[in-house]
């Protein structure tokens, strides 16, 4: 048994508060037969931003499972303990199967973290897992590796950074249409939410409909939010500006079932 960071689970932001945030991964390689382990305990440095005014401790991460390829958890849940050192600690036996193997460590932290704060997580097998032994024979295996330190995940806060594209396409900024043309495309806009914490759902978009001649903007109409090809209000919900200056600040689009912006992607 040999055991390795897993750089496939890379370094990312998290949220407080939230069950299920990656903490780290690791690469299990058995060979010769399925090896079963009794124990296995984690270290998990937590480092405070200047924010945090404060220390945190392992004890600050909750509900820590250790979660197989396809979603399976194999170990836990178990809450931090305080110190640090070997602060997550699993007690179920878990028996790893021959082969190249993915294991992803979650947990939820608490609202002692803050913006910014880091968590590295990281086990010494050799000497943090007990009773590793092949199924099938009852072997004394020591895995090989050393001490694996996981990739380091950042602390933060949902966000979401709203621009206008400058590729607007057909819409290019001055450029003339044609009184009855059918889905114009007016404009496009990045939502980037390549620094928060969790990912962004949006379920209204207020947008802007301004008009320089005076009781015009009823004359738009059908007027849609557009993922690609797919209209996100639709039926009752296209909208239909209306004159007054409220309509034209302040359109509102209600989107039919909401637009998920993935953590670390720009839409």
């Known amino acids: 048994m040999t055991v390795d960071r897993a750089t496939t689970v890379a370094a990312q932001n998290i949220a407080i508060n939230l069950s299920n945030q990656v903490l780290g991964g690791i690469i299990v390689d058995v060979k010769g037969e399925p090896i079963s382990v009794a124990a296995m305990n984690f270290d998990s440095s937590a480092v405070p931003s200047a924010a945090t005014g404060g ?37 179920d036996t878990v028996t790893f199967p021959v082969g190249r193997k993915v294991y992803t460590l979650k947990g939820k932290l608490n609202t002692d973290f803050s913006n910014n704060d880091t968590v590295i997580a990281s086990s010494t ?82 947008l802007r409909v301004g008009i320089d001649t005076a009781n015009t903007a009823d004359d738009m109409n059908n007027c849609q939010v557009v993922d690609g090809t797919t209209a996100l209000n639709t039926g009752t919900n296209v909208v239909n500006p209306g004159n007054t200056a409220a309509d034209a600040d302040a359109t509102t689009f209600t989107l039919d079932t909401g637009l998920v912006i993935p953590k670390g992607t720009v839409k």
Not at 64 to 82: F, K, Q, R, S
């Open 125 to 206: 097998p050799s000497s943090d897992w007990t009773t590793v032994r092949g199924v099938n024979t009852s072997q004394t295996v020591t895995p090989a590796g050393g001490t694996v330190t996981m990739s380091t995940m950042t602390v933060k806060a949902a966000s979401l950074t709203v621009t206008i594209s400058a590729n607007t396409n057909a819409a290019a900024i001055n450029q003339d249409l044609v009184v009855g043309s059918v889905a114009y495309p007016f404009t496009r806009y990045v939502l980037d939410a390549s620094s928060s914490g969790e990912d962004v759902r949006i379920t209204q978009f207020a």
């Open 55 to 91: 220390s945190l401790d392992t004890n600050d991460i909750t509900n820590i499972t250790l979660v197989a390829e396809d979603g399976t958890v194999i170990a836990g849940p178990v809450d931090g303990v305080a110190g640090g050192n070997n602060g997550i600690r699993f007690t």
